[in-house]
């Protein structure tokens, strides 16, 4: 009997000990954030996470994440959400923010980031991470591109480093630049003393190594740890890391460099993710150390639609000297982690496959962008009618504000759907579902006019021009003015769908060129959004055009296996 009472407690004790076990053991995902989420930055304060990245000249521009487990993400808001902080208007959509750097000090949240084209480096402040964030504050003495803040805690000393020019502006073959370095005074937000070169050309100077950048600092055992990408933001991609006793140098680079990249791989490998770097380590909930990265999965060779996402892996050091995966080793679709997941409340999913509808009735997600900056005047949001977005003259193929709102395209097979609600007036107005890779690439499924006739229409944009070829049109006979649209992705393929009754589907055309809407065809830096649009291509209108909800789902095969 006591044996049986024994067993019979080791039994319980055991199965106690495997759930307690199961329980904390989790698998994170990757990407972590799918679609066009690059140039991640990533902040642990306490329990809680924070990661922002690039929008370019989206508005509104960097959001923010947060997360309690590096796997469920939710976005709490936009760093840039005021016209009067910042506006992009007249600017490309490669061109705007570049490389945000979020940090934390002293209760104060900081971020750093470029605008490339016109305000340069600036650096804002928030109390919450959600915001709101502070106007703009320049950074004059700060000249190049990817500036992050560094925390010397034992010292109370900060200090602001960035990819800049050639020594004495005179680079010695394309791509050199430098790593420099201000002490900065956080308080008044401003750079103290000389400017330092810390890193000249990358590396190995011998090997001209080509756009050192997205440089970050670390401290651990003794060491100041300075490593950035390197290799240009394409296949060659890399993250190198070299090393000081002192914060100013001198910096001596890791013989085991990269750290991080996976150019040495067959490029027809199954499931490539590739262009990895512009990395940033973080503590993980388990004490050990990750790091976020920018990365893309291309459906062949370079060619990918959903832009540079944001990546994670877990780090190992070895004789003070960290390494990710790198060279030899592929990076995993997904790693397993001994700690426990905590999902957070309310979120849109960013990982794996998904599919959720967005409605209109009370509020915009945070997640969807305009073009350059924000007219609210221009749309209504109504549990009835959703959104009402009111004509306006301006085409996505100039560089204003188009009457337009996107999402991203977050998976290599996906799909988005709407129901429009729209009667044109003219040939002029034209109204739909957008797929758009920047000013210059897309294709436009629109209601609109022909002969007097409701029509719908498939455009294909036709590049360095502000005009566009009609690919098909059919004609529209129901009695109201709602329509479905439907747009899906197959890799490098698109097809085109519409629906007059809400439940039957037709095919309008299918097969159509998915490399067009590439980054790489493009020669851009960004990746595809979903978008409503509607237009009266440079006449004033007074229509507008109803978008009852947005559905999105996304169905990779590499997140089924």
Same mark, same amino acid.
């Given at each position: ?12 004790? /055991? ?38 990245? !690039? ?6 521009? @960097? ?12 976005? @709490?808001?936009?760093? +840039?959400?005021?016209? !009067? ?69 034992? %010292? ?22 430098? +790593?420099? $370095? ?33 440089? &970050? ?14 290799? =240009? ?13 002192? #914060? ?10 990269? +750290? ?12 490539? @993710? ?16 990750? /790091?976020?990265?920018? *990365? #893309? ?26 390494? @990710?995966?790198?060279?030899?080793? %592929? ?102 579902? +957008? ?5 210059? &690439?897309?294709?436009?499924? /629109? ?47 698109? *097809? ?21 809407? !590439? ?11 979903? =978008? $409503?649009? *509607? ?27």
């Amino acid at each position: 009997m006591k044996k049986s009472i024994c067993a019979a407690a080791i039994t319980a004790v /055991c199965l106690i000990l495997s759930s307690t076990v199961f329980a904390q053991t989790t698998t994170l995902v990757n990407p972590i954030l799918t679609g066009f989420y690059p140039d991640p930055s990533i902040v642990k304060v306490g329990p809680d996470y924070y990661l922002v990245s !690039s929008t370019f000249s989206y508005f509104p521009g @960097i959001p923010v994440f947060h997360s309690q487990d590096l796997k469920n993400w939710k976005q @709490i808001g936009n760093v +840039i959400d005021r016209p !009067s902080q910042m506006d992009f208007m007249g600017e490309r959509l490669t061109r705007g923010l570049f490389a945000p750097a979020i940090s934390y000090y002293k209760g104060t949240y900081y971020l750093t980031c470029t605008d490339i084209d016109h305000d340069g480096n600036f650096v804002v402040t928030a109390k919450n991470p959600a915001g709101p964030w502070s106007d703009p504050v320049k950074i004059p003495p700060v000249r190049g591109i990817d500036p992050s803040i560094y925390f010397d805690e034992a %010292a109370d000393k900060a200090y602001i480093l960035y990819n800049s020019d050639a020594p004495d502006h005179k680079p010695l073959y394309s791509g050199h630049r430098t +790593i420099r $370095m201000y002490e900065f005074d956080y308080q008044n937000l401003k750079v103290i003393g000389e400017e330092k070169q810390l890193v000249n050309g990358g590396v190995d100077l011998s090997k001209k190594p080509v756009w050192i950048e997205a440089p &970050h600092l670390l401290k651990r055992n003794g060491w100041y740890y300075l490593y950035a990408a390197e290799g =240009g933001t394409s296949v060659n991609h890399s993250e190198v890391i070299l090393r000081s006793r002192d #914060v100013w140098g001198p910096y001596m680079p890791f013989e085991g460099n990269p +750290i991080l990249t996976q150019r040495e791989l067959p490029a027809d490998r199954k499931d490539a @993710i590739t262009s990895a770097g512009h990395a940033q380590f973080v503590d993980g909930p388990d004490g050990k150390m990750y /790091c976020i990265f920018l *990365a #893309v999965r291309p459906y062949e060779g370079d060619y990918y639609n959903t832009g540079r996402e944001t990546f994670i892996a877990p780090v190992t050091w070895t004789n003070d000297w960290p390494m @990710i995966e790198h060279g030899e080793k %592929a990076i995993s679709y997904s790693y397993p982690v001994n700690y426990k997941e905590i999902k957070q409340k309310g979120a849109l999913p960013q990982s794996g496959n998904f599919a959720y509808t967005l409605t209109f009735d009370k509020e915009l997600d945070p997640s969807l962008l305009f073009m350059r900056t924000l007219d609210k005047s221009r749309y209504s949001l109504s549990k009835k009618q959703g959104l009402t977005l009111k004509l306006k003259p301006e085409t996505v193929m100039e560089l204003g504000n188009p009457a337009f709102i996107g999402k991203r395209q977050q998976h290599l097979f996906s799909t988005a759907e709407t129901e429009l609600d729209f009667t044109p007036t003219s040939e002029k107005e034209k109204a739909g579902l +957008i797929i758009l890779q920047d000013e210059g &690439h897309f294709y436009f499924l /629109c209601k609109s006019k022909s002969q007097d006739k409701d029509v719908l229409q498939l455009y294909k944009s036709k590049p360095r021009s502000k005009e566009m070829d009609l690919l098909t049109e059919v004609p529209l006979t129901g009695k109201t003015g709602k329509v479905g649209l439907r747009i899906t992705s197959q890799g490098d393929n698109y *097809a085109f769908q519409y629906s007059t009754d809400a439940k039957n589907w037709k095919l309008l055309q299918d097969k159509v060129d998915g490399k067009f809407l !590439s980054t790489k065809a493009a020669g851009s830096f960004i990746g595809c959004l979903y =978008g $409503m649009y *509607a237009t009266s291509s440079g006449e004033v209108s007074t229509n507008s055009a109803s978008f009852r909800y947005l559905t999105y789902a996304g169905d990779d095969p590499v997140f089924k296996k």
